[in-house]
Structure formats: structure tokens, C-alpha cells
């Protein structure tokens, strides 16, 4: 009985021990068909993974590493003809920025299928989501190409037909048409391969054209071993914009449409210059391809995007006989603007040449409208040829010059020096602590407030007293202005000031910091307060916002915006200081030119109306060394108010001044603007 039971109990046991070892060779069975198949897909992706790479760095050569070489010739094409033509397409569409996304591998229908989405810049710009599907050989490892995966829709000799219908870049003109940035004629200077001839005759003349070029022979070679290079292929090495004085034996000259700046110099760091796309530009900006030229710098840079346009053209499947297929991208072409300046390139010319080579600036604009006039800076540069090619001995003698030809020195900030005090003078007389027609009773060329000050005093150039705001100005008197500051206080002071434009950015398509009133809220000491009333301290402004400043004065207490498109409109802020104020500093001014003791009376001998204040801000790191000194002259036209010029010049020698240096200009402006 006992035994019977027991047979019973293994009896009931063994279907559920069958059970489960079935169960564990089902789900064997399948774990190792999941793991198979992923590992067949890991495979896969890595396969087409390595293919796209391939793509992406331009390796078409090595493509062939994942092509199953039965699947190749079963479509017509060896392994060395797919990659003759992913190079031959991709380089003549100008593809790049090749993005992968979606890939996915898996069995279906007994195959090893594949998919993934690409997007391709081609010259008009990012072609998105390109869908491709695929087999994989057995193991994973080949792709089974088709002419499908060049493009999706492509199949047995199929071409692309890529048409570009370029985009004229837009010029930029000046207030009266002339161009600043011009669309002209440029010429590119090169060799035919076959005209060099052979052994030392081909070096000889390499040789010569190369010095011509201001280039070395290896700079020659290295363009002649380029790739694409044959015997009767012209090689271009070097596009000025003027054409050449001496052409050696060999060298080839082509004339074709350019970027072209008539201007050079003297408009360089206004109007900037274009080059070449990179590929850092093109990862910022999937709408530009390896063809397009972009500003670089300056307004170029800065309107790049209404200079540009658009590139129009086609980029097509076509068959064998050229037959239209699918359409992958159609761009209209646009055509970028033409930008019009408030510049008067005849003042910006003869400002520049006034300068000398001088480290400085010049800034005209015309009060009422705010046109900005004239903006030039100096050393400078020649855009011309960082848009052509510059050598490297050019860029290393402008990038080692110690006064930076690059830089604009009008959107530079400086502290103003005494330019200045008709604003603080402005601000007492609004207030009511300077009163113009109180005298000041001032000895000696040094003072301070008290011991407290320590070794620190104000200095000023002439012993005069008594001192009047018009004596002050007229003589340019520091001791004056500072007492004046301390006056009427920081408070008042600084409420003035914020009136102005102090913090705020210009609407200007040019890069350049605020005005700034101080580094902190707050002066760190009544000894910078007095140093701020008379231009100094860390007061610091930029040329162009000085002449924004100042033109409260020609415009009776009304503050005028700058504008450089001349299609803008005016911006005025009014009431900054009293018409009354402005009235009296004006005639104040004017004596600084009429009066024998006035800094700027050497003017006196132009014949023209004009009010000024000139100015000199002292670099110095001790109260008794002599510092860099820059000078400054602000005047306007008092008679009509058509025109006013600041001009910079920094670290002056002895005997030179901005004063003497707007002569020109300003009879220019006279002459011109009256």
C-alpha cells in the first residue's frame, strides 16, 4: 500500500518535470535565436555605421571595405566605379555636415533589412531627411549596395543633374551711390601645368612667379599636386584686385566678378571683407554650404544675412540619357540687398589720408539726422586682400604691427579728456551749482580739495584767474571744472549723466561696448569725481558715442542717435540738458576757436564758423610720470549745424594734436555740408 502511494506521487510529478524541462528548451531555443538576431543587428549597425562614416569624411575609397562585391557587380558597377561616383557626386553637389539619425536592422521576410534617415548640405543649403532601406549579406558584415543608397530613387546608371543659379551678393553704396563694397572686377593669377615645361626650366619659372606672387615655390607645388589638377587645367594661385604690373613666363592671368573695396584702407574696419565658408561655419549654419562666402568682418559680418541671398538651382535624379527622375531640392535664387550708408566716402577717404598712419579716429556725423558720416580708423588694412588671399608676410605685418590695423579705434572707448566738460557743464548749469557768470579766484597749476587727498592734485596747463565757465573752457582748465564737479556732487552728477546715454547699446550695426560712467555704482572716492567732471577717471567712451554725446549742444538740449542705414529713421531724446544751457556752453565754445587763447584756435585761420573743445586724456600709472597722452577735438558747425567731427589721436607726439589734424576734413565739410 505504502508502495502503491508512492508511485502514485512520482507518477503525478513527472508531466510537471517533462513540463518544465520543455519549457526551458523553448525558451532556449529562443534566447538563442534573440541573441542571435541581436547580435546579427549589432553587426549590421556597425556595418552601415561604417559605411556613412566613410561618407562623412569623404573616404569614398574605402567604402568598398563594407560593399558585398557580388551585390556591386549585380548592379553594373565595380567596387572602384561606386566610389568613383559618391566622390564625383558628392564633390560636385558640394555635400557635407552629413547627419545620421533612425537607423534600425532587422530580419524581415528572410532578409537582413536596413534603414536609416540622412541630412546632407549641398550647395543650396541642408537636404533633410533622406530615407534609406537596404539588405545586409547572411552574417551582417556587407552591405548589398544599389544605386539606391547614393541617393533614395536612384537605380541602374542614374545620374544627378546639379544646376546652381548663384546669388548676386548685395553691394553696399555710400549716401551718393558710390560703392564701398562692390561687386568688380577681379583677377586671378595662375599656371597652365603644360606651359611650366620640364627639370630646371619649370623650376626656374616656378621660381619667378612665385616671388611675383609673394609666395614660395613650395606654395606653387603644393597647388599643382592637388588632385584635380591636369597638364591644360588652368591652377589658380593668387585673385587680387588690381591687376598685375609684371607677369613672368608662365604665369597665367583670368579676369572674373569679385568682392571688391574701393576704399582699402581707409574703410577697412567699417566695412570688414568677406572669405570662404568653413566648416566651423557651416556647423553653425546648416543653410550655408562649402560654396558660399560670408562676411567676415565689419558690416560685411554684421548685414550678412540681406547682403547674402539665396543660391537658386536644382539638384536632380536624372537617367542615363539625362531624362528628369525626382526632383530632391528647387531653390529659387534671391538675390542679396543693396545696403545705402549715411557715409560720404570723399570725407571718409580724406579723413583717413588726415590721419597719416597715425594710430586714431575720425567720426562726422550731421547733427539733426544723426547721419554717421565719416567713421574711420588708423593704422589700417587692405580688405582686398584678406578677401583675395592675403600672403603671409602681409598678415604677419599687420598681425605684428603694436598699433593693430585691425581694430576700430572709433568703437574703441576712451576716457574723452576735456571734450567732456561742456556735458558737466551742461549738468551743473542745469542744476543750478554753476552759475557761467561767476569767477573763480584759482592760483597756481596744482590743487587739491584737502590733506585728505594726500599727494593727489588737479593740474591744469594755464595759471589764469580769475576763472569763468568761459575762461575755463577757453583755456581748458581742469582745477575749474573739478571744483564745479564737487560742487554740485555725486548725485546730481551721476543723475546728469544718466540722462545721456550711458549703459545703453546704440542701434548700430557695429560691435562695441557701452559708455561707462564709472566701473561701479558709485565713485570710490571724491578725488574720482573731480577727475570724471573734467573727462578722466573711468569715464570711457567710444567716438562715435562721444559725437552722440556732444550733440545736445549743436541741437539745443535734443540728443540725436547715430544711424549708418540710411533708410533709418532718426532717434532724438529730448530735453537732456536746457536749451538755455546748451545756448550759452555753444557761444563758449565758439571762443575756444575766435578767442588767441582758445586750444583750438589754430581752426580760427579755416574761416569757418565753428564751435569746439579740444581735449587731452593723460595715461599714467603715478601722479608725477609722464603717461601716453591722446588728444581729442570735438566742433561743429555753429552757423547751420550741418556737421560735427570728434577726432582721436592716440598717444600723440610732441607737437601734434587732432586739432591739426581735421584741417582737411573740415573745410571738406564746409565746403560740402553748408
Known sequence: MERSTRTKKQNRKLPVIIGAVVLLLIVGFFGVRYYQARQLANTGEATVKAFVKNL??????????????????????????????????????????????NLKVEKKNGANQFSYELSINTGFGQLKNQKYTGTLSADGKQINWKPNLIFPGMSGKDKINYQVDAATRGEIVDRNGEGLATNGTVYQLGVIPKNLGSGTDRTTKIAAIAKSLALTDTDVETALSQSWVQDDFFVPLKTT????TETPDGLEVQTTTGRTYPLKEAAAQLI??????????????EDLSTDSVIGRSGLERALDKQLRGTDGGSLAITDSKGNEKKVLQKIEKKDGETVKLTIDSRAQQIAYNSLGGKAGSSVVMAPKTGDLLVAASSPSFDPNKMTNGISQTDYDTYSNDANQPFMSRFATGYAPGSTFKPVTAAIGIDAGTLNPDEELTISGLKWQKDSSWGSYQVTRVSDVSPVNLKTALVYSDNIYMAQETLKMGEKTFRAGLNKFIFGEDLDLPISMDAAQISSKDSF??????????????????????????????????????????????????????????AATITTDMQAVVSDENGTAHSLAALNIPLAAKTGTAEIKQKQDEKGQENSFLYAFDSENQNYSVVEFLENKAEGTSATELSKDLLTYLHQTYQ
Request: proline letters at 3%.
Open 56 to 101: 562623412q569624411k569623404e573616404k569614398y575609397s574605402e567604402t568598398k571595405n563594407q560593399l558585398s562585391s557580388d551585390a556591386v557587380k549585380a548592379a553594373g558597377y565595380t567596387k572602384a566605379e561606386v566610389a568613383e561616383k559618391y566622390q564625383s557626386i558628392f564633390t560636385g553637389i558640394s555635400a557635407s555636415n552629413i547627419k545620421m539619425k
Open 241 to 244: 584686385s588690381e591687376a598685375p
Open 272 to 285: 570688414g571683407y568677406v572669405g570662404k565658408v568653413t566648416a566651423d561655419d557651416i556647423k553653425k549654419n
Open 524 to 581: 570710490s572716492s571724491e578725488i574720482s569725481l573731480a577727475d570724471t567732471g573734467y573727462g578722466q577717471g573711468q569715464l570711457l567712451l567710444n567716438p562715435i558715442q562721444q559725437i552722440t554725446t556732444y550733440s545736445v549742444f549743436p541741437n539745443n538740449g535734443t540728443l540725436v542717435y547715430p544711424k549708418l542705414i540710411a533708410d533709418k529713421e532718426t532717434k532724438t531724446k529730448k530735453d537732456v540738458i536746457k536749451a538755455s544751457s
